[in-house]
Every structure is written in C-alpha cells, then in structure tokens.
C-alpha cells in the first residue's frame, strides 16, 4: 500500500450538509440558507432528462463556492464526463464523486477537492486506497446503495425487529445492520489514518428527527466532522448533536489555557490533561465555534 500523500486542509464550514437536486435550483437559495453547506446533486438526486439543464444551472449558478459541494456521476458513467466539463467551467471545485472504488485512473481538474463517496462492496475494500488520493480531503459514505449491491433488502432494523446486542448505530429499531455499521466505521477509520475528515451518511426516515439526532450524536462523539442530509427539516437536530454543551467548553477553554503555561501533562479538575484530551479540547472549541459563532 502507498504511504499516505501530506492531505489537502480541508474541513465542512459546519456541521449540517444538505443535498439539493440540481434539477431544482428554486430550491438551491433555501437549502443555502438552512444548511452549513449545500451539495448540489447531479446524480441520484436529480431526473436524467433534466440533466442538460441542470448542467447549465450549475455553470450559472451564483451559490457561494466556499460552501457548495457537487455531486457528480460516478467515473464510470455515461454521463461523467459531461459532469467534469460543466463543472470545471463553473465557480465551484468540491466535487462529490458517488460510488468510487479506484480514483488512480480518473483524470480530475486539478483545482477540484474531492470527497469520496464510499458506497458499494469494491469500494468499502478499497477505502484505505481511495482515502490516500492526492485530491480526496474526505469520505463520505452511503448505506442503501451498499445494501442493493449486496443483494440485501434493508440497511436498517425494522421497527418490529428486535437488534442484535448494540445493534444499531442509533441505540434503538431503525439503527443499521451490521455491514453498514461496519463500513460506517471503516470510513472513519480510513479517513483518520490518511488524515482527512469523514462525513456521516444520511438518516432516511426524514420524519424521524429523534433517531437522526441520536446518530449525529453518536457522530459527532466519534470523530466525523459533519453529517448529511437530505431534508432540511433534520438540520436542526444535526446542528444541536454537534453543538456542545456549555460545560464541555468551558472545560476545554481550561484546558487550553493550561496548555499554554504547560508543555508536558497537568490537571483540569483533577484530572491529567496529555496531548490526546488537549487535540479533543480543540475539536469540542472548534465545533463550538461552527455552530455557535459567539462562543
């Protein structure tokens, strides 16, 4: 295996991510306005008879670059490279690319910064190799995609169907099974050890703001760096799971604090502080900082 490259800096300007079809760019100033970043979606989102135009909407579009993401066809489509040559004539350069499973071949512009999409068998084994290419700065992943090409017929637990012991990612039915759990963790595994940053799927039932909150939790708690959607009526319960809690900056403040008047170990109430509870200090002032700008 390669020697991870030196990453490309980059990181989601919040927590929130929402998917807007590129078909509908009515659609793109509000989910601008109600989400941290919008990912505009040439793919599964948006109708193939309509992807001429929404081709053409994307190079017009006047949406902010530094906080709109597109998704793209996968490389191996019939209709990838129209995608690459409309949006290397428009504004915007972080680019999605869905279903990747080996990007050595792919000829991305250079500019682009790409997230990996993690969404099929190949591409779960090859993560480790995706995560390393000189142009990803994260990995995404998607479950139902995953499921389909297994030949299975359901990523989650059914309501009526008891889980196994800590079965589902969210502590309760409607949590996923194990293969994307597995690969849930495998994307931010392989996203750390190449040192770029991991974005967590999707919550489907976009009725179910309870569930999604409890997964963007879970999330947040273990290391991703922003969660995706695809209503924005869940970006709030993101935005809250991600947000910390009062106390948990004011530790981390201490902290920093003691970290400048210290170089090796000290205690913050009572307990040592090393550089692993410093880097969580960080990320928790960090998040503070992205979901609430006066902290």
Not at 58 to 79: F, H, K, Q
Not at 179 to 194: D, M, N, Y
């Amino acid at each position: 295996m390669d020697t991870p490259h030196a990453p490309r800096t980059w990181i989601p300007a919040g927590p929130a991510l929402l998917f807007a079809p590129a078909d509908r760019p009515e659609r793109f100033a509000k989910a601008e306005q109600r989400s941290d970043m919008v990912i505009v979606d040439l793919e599964d989102g948006c109708r193939a008879e309509n992807r001429t135009d929404a081709r053409r909407t994307i190079v017009e579009s006047s949406l902010n670059p530094a906080t709109t993401i597109v998704r793209i066809n996968p490389p191996e489509s019939d209709e990838f490279a129209e995608d690459v040559e409309a949006v290397a004539r428009s504004p915007f350069t972080q680019v999605m690319i869905p279903k990747a499973e080996d990007l050595t071949a792919v000829d991305f512009p250079e500019q682009w910064d790409v997230i990996a999409l993690i969404e099929t068998p190949r591409g779960v084994l090859n993560a480790a190799e995706i995560a390393i290419h000189p142009q990803v700065v994260a990995l995404f992943w998607g479950a139902e995609d995953l499921t389909a090409a297994l030949g299975g017929t359901s990523s989650r637990y059914g309501r009526d169907e008891v889980p196994t012991p800590g079965g589902g990612v969210s502590g309760h039915p409607g949590g996923y099974r194990e293969v994307p759990r597995l690969t849930r963790s495998l994307v931010l595994l392989h996203a750390a050890a190449a040192g770029i940053v991991a974005l967590d799927s999707i919550h489907a039932d976009t009725t179910d703001s309870t569930g999604a909150y409890a997964e963007a939790v879970d999330a947040a708690a273990s290391g991703f760096a922003a969660t995706v959607s695809i209503h924005p009526g869940l970006v709030p319960a993101i935005r809250k799971a991600y947000s910390p809690t009062e106390e948990q900056v004011d530790w981390a403040r201490r902290v920093e604090e003691g970290a400048r008047s210290n170089s090796g170990a000290f205690a913050v109430d009572g307990k040592m502080i090393d550089l692993p509870l410093r880097r969580q200090a960080q990320v928790i002032l960090a998040r503070a900082q992205a979901t609430h700008p006066s902290h």
